[in-house]
């Protein structure tokens, strides 16, 4: 999974809505939005810009609740 943000309104409308209908899209604060690597296939055959976010962008909180749970 990796965060990405869009680079104008229009962009995340149509980004969005592509998005949502190929696959899985998970949105977070600030616009940005977390997605599968193979999608952003589909952002580039549209023509739609976006920028890759750095990892780093959840708080700790949310690294913990988001950690996969191991059972023993």
């Known amino acids: 999974m990796i965060a ?14 592509l998005l949502a209908l190929k696959g899985t899209v998970r949105g977070l604060r600030n616009g940005l939005y977390e997605i599968n690597d193979f999608m952003l296939k589909y952002l580039d055959d549209e023509k739609i ?6 990892k780093d962008i959840l708080s700790e909180a949310e690294k913990v609740r ?7």
């Open 4 to 17: 990405i943000k869009f680079k104008s309104y229009d962009d995340e409308v149509k980004g969005y809505y």
């Open 49 to 54: 810009s976006y920028e890759i976010v750095k």
């Open 66 to 72: 988001n950690t996969p749970a191991i059972a023993i």
